[in-house]
């Protein structure tokens, strides 16, 4: 009888640890300014979580937008939904103060995507249960640098960011990096175009340069700045300005001869321009198959918080090359995964916000 008894008690211990969950994951993704169908980087994201949906049927996945953009409100649009969740999806560098709120609801997951947790006084801080994933935009910033001046015709390439927040200017230096690199070991002659009117600002206070539309949600004015970079003579811009990124699409649509390189996500169908097509490639922050892996580890009780730093050498960063879905030669994708082999090994670490280095002298400029 103690045996039997013994038995059930174990059974019923592995059934409560094993099935915390077994009616599925109760997860919420909250994004901001944007909704999760922008189109690039909330929508990559969303994609994973909803992959893994279909991969779990029993799980449940609600959608929540927040939608001024301030951090102060994203921090208390996740404090508002966090208790009725497993997990909590929270997407974008204004959901970094959410620790005290991830403190509050310890039996609650958090995955923050694109930047780590930060106190009160801007201090990067590690909570138990936030899995906080930052991306080394710079490695994607690189990649399409390289294809753009492999790609141009009139030797001018341009990129157009949104504000010039770390991740922003990351984008902006490695794209810089990726056409000194082709100039100096591809034979490109690629000139980078930089409009003083629309130079950003950092967070220091210090001049950066590049074309900066100063929203992430202004298309208009994201219109505008496309088509002055176009009047320079560019044929080839890196788009890395989220929602206000589609105005430089719709500039080059309307335009002849003039490619963007999409940025987080494949957005090959945002460039579809009657039956052509302005996207040249898109460069790829890979943070759905993340969120999918993290969720996965949730539901298995195998969830690990901290704060990680994610690159091409664990496939975080990548370019399309999917047939049908570029415009790439043969040879330029040749190129493109020479130095992507190279980048992933550790040879080439293009210019960032924090590195140091500019985009001319940046470590692993000479790597071959």
Not at 162 to 168: D, E, H, K, V
Not at 352 to 357: H, I, L, N, Q, R
Request: proline content about 3%; aromatic content about 8%; some cysteine.
């Amino acid at each position: 009888m103690r045996k039997l008894f013994a038995l059930a008690v174990i059974l019923s211990l592995s059934v409560i640890s094993g099935s915390a969950f077994a009616d599925g994951l109760k997860i919420a993704v909250i994004t901001s300014p944007n909704d999760v169908h922008d189109g690039g980087f909330n929508e990559d994201n969303y994609s994973g979580v909803i992959q893994y949906q279909k991969e779990n049927p029993g799980a449940n996945v609600t959608a929540i937008q927040e939608k001024t953009g301030d951090p102060a409100e994203c921090v208390k649009a996740v404090e508002n939904v966090a208790v009725d969740y497993d997990a909590v999806v929270c997407v974008g560098f204004q959901f970094s103060g959410i620790h005290e709120v991830a403190e509050d609801n310890p039996d609650v997951k958090f995955i923050l995507v694109d930047t780590w947790p930060a106190d009160e006084s801007g201090n990067e801080i590690e909570v138990p249960n936030i899995n906080a994933m930052k991306f080394k935009e710079e490695e994607g910033g690189f990649l399409a640098g390289i294809a753009a001046a492999l790609s141009t015709k009139t030797n001018k390439v341009a990129v157009v960011n949104g504000i010039a927040f770390p991740t922003n200017v990351n984008y902006q230096y490695g794209f810089m990096s990726g056409v000194n690199y082709a100039n100096k070991h591809y034979g490109t002659k690629a000139q980078i175009v930089e409009l003083p009117s629309y130079s950003g600002t950092d967070v220091t206070g210090k001049n950066v340069g590049g074309n900066y539309v100063g929203s992430f949600i202004d298309q208009a004015n994201g219109k505008i700045v496309g088509q002055a970079l176009i009047r320079e003579g560019c044929d080839v811009i890196f788009v890395a300005a989220g929602g206000a990124g589609m105005g430089v699409f719709t500039a080059a649509k309307e335009s002849k001869g003039v490619y963007v390189i999409g940025c987080d996500a494949d957005q090959f169908n945002d460039g579809k321009n009657g039956d052509s097509n302005v996207i040249l490639t898109s460069s790829l922050k890979v943070m759905g198959m993340n969120d999918k892996r993290i969720l996965a580890d949730i539901a298995a009780g195998n969830f690990k918080g901290g704060n990680f730093h994610l690159g091409a050498d664990s496939g975080s960063i990548d370019y399309v090359k999917t047939p049908g879905r570029h415009q790439l030669t043969e040879d330029s994708i040749t190129k493109l995964d020479a130095a992507l082999a190279i980048l992933k090994a550790g040879k080439i670490k293009p210019a960032s916000f924090y590195s140091g280095t500019m985009p001319d002298n940046f470590e692993g400029i000479d790597a071959e």
